[in-house]
């Protein structure tokens, strides 16, 4: 016979005493002892990410799988910081220092989501240093040089025949310009360029105020979830270098030519960079033509688009801009991220932006 509740072994039980005892584990409590952390993960991945894009909700489960072929069929209350720590090894073997900062990242909050639920008691993913990883894919900046080939060759660019069939039949030079160009020389993101509308592109500016009003683009919106910038301080307005003004005055017009021959068959997205029938292009388009462009100026096709606004901060730092400006001006919400993400960019010796760049690509 069980011992009641509170009740000391050996201790006589009289009859018609009340007495307490502890009740045998439900059915669902007895499944939750055989709760994986594979399902641990699946749960958060699933509802633990409330208002996050999809491709947020994959990129998370693509960093946790390492891990969880190593511990996803473990009990969750049975895991311990030893077999997290193993598991973080051995995704460092074959992975970069970023990755396994990531998947460690998403294991501590698929756990401590499953703790708010009462599925276990602690977060043991938490006791564990993320070990480094092997070394990732370093980020390059164009020399001066370089910027002036790929630009030019942007510039010359002949149409992008593609095959009969597919969506876009062409698609100008004028966008690949305008778009490295923009980037190049203003520091915009990929996400910010691609999700840019003409409503926030002012080329004329207003010379006659008091101060003058120069071209400018609001960079007030990104191709993240909900249309929202990385962060608050990304929200800025840039002035605009004049190569720039001519470049994206000439997008406009070949723009207006592709609606006419598009007909009805053309999308008023209101987008800068846009496919011929005016929806919006994705990162895959993008980086595809970048590419093409890159070969024809011969500056090797292993860059990429993101690594245009990387040489914006060089660029600007070469020139002895502040480390302070040139976080102002990438949207950065503080000197210490500039630091950080550009160190290889940044000079030691620093002494606004348009005007800076107009003197460098004079003559472009």
Not at 68 to 85: F, I, M, N, P, Q
Request: net charge positive; charged share 25%.
């Amino acid at each position: 016979m069980p011992v009641p509740c509170g009740v000391t072994a050996g201790t006589p039980v009289l009859e018609g005493d009340p007495v307490l005892t502890t009740p045998a584990p439900s059915g669902h409590e007895a499944g939750y002892a055989n709760y994986t952390v594979r399902q641990a993960a699946e749960e958060w991945l699933a509802n633990g990410l409330p208002g996050r894009s999809a491709k947020t909700i994959k990129k998370n489960q693509n960093m946790l799988e390492p891990i969880l072929k190593a511990v996803g069929d473990r009990k969750l209350r049975e895991l311990s910081a030893a077999d997290v720590r193993r598991a973080l090894s051995k995704m460092a073997a074959d992975n970069s220092s970023s990755a396994v900062t990531m998947g460690h990242l998403a294991l501590k909050r698929a756990i401590r989501h499953a703790e708010a639920n009462d599925l276990v008691s602690r977060n043991v993913a938490t006791l564990v240093d993320t070990p480094k990883g092997q070394e990732g894919r370093p980020s390059k900046s164009l020399t001066v040089e370089q910027a002036v080939a790929l630009i030019a060759a942007a510039k010359t660019l002949p149409a992008i025949e593609l095959h009969p069939g597919l969506k876009d039949v062409r698609r100008p030079a004028t966008l690949m310009y305008a778009y490295i160009v923009l980037s190049l020389l203003a520091g915009l993101r990929t996400e910010e360029a691609r999700a840019l509308s003409w409503q926030h592109v002012n080329l004329d500016g207003d010379p006659q105020a008091n101060p003058p009003v120069p071209p400018h683009v609001a960079v007030w919106r990104s191709v993240r979830v909900h249309g929202e910038t990385k962060t608050e301080r990304s929200r800025r307005t840039l002035g605009l270098p004049q190569l720039t003004v001519e470049a994206l005055r000439a997008l406009l017009e070949s723009r207006a030519e592709e609606r006419l021959l598009a007909g009805g068959r053309s999308q008023e997205t209101g987008l800068v960079f846009t496919t011929s029938l005016g929806a919006a292009l994705d990162a895959a388009n993008v980086r595809k033509m970048f590419k093409r462009v890159c070969r024809l100026a011969e500056v090797g096709d292993n860059w990429t688009p993101r690594e245009l606004r990387t040489s914006f901060v060089s660029l600007m730092s070469h020139r002895g801009v502040s480390i302070e400006e040139i976080a102002r001006l990438v949207g950065h919400s503080s000197t210490r991220t500039t630091e950080v993400v550009y160190r290889r960019e940044l000079r030691p010796v620093i002494t606004t932006g348009a005007e800076i760049m107009d003197e460098i690509f004079a003559g472009s």
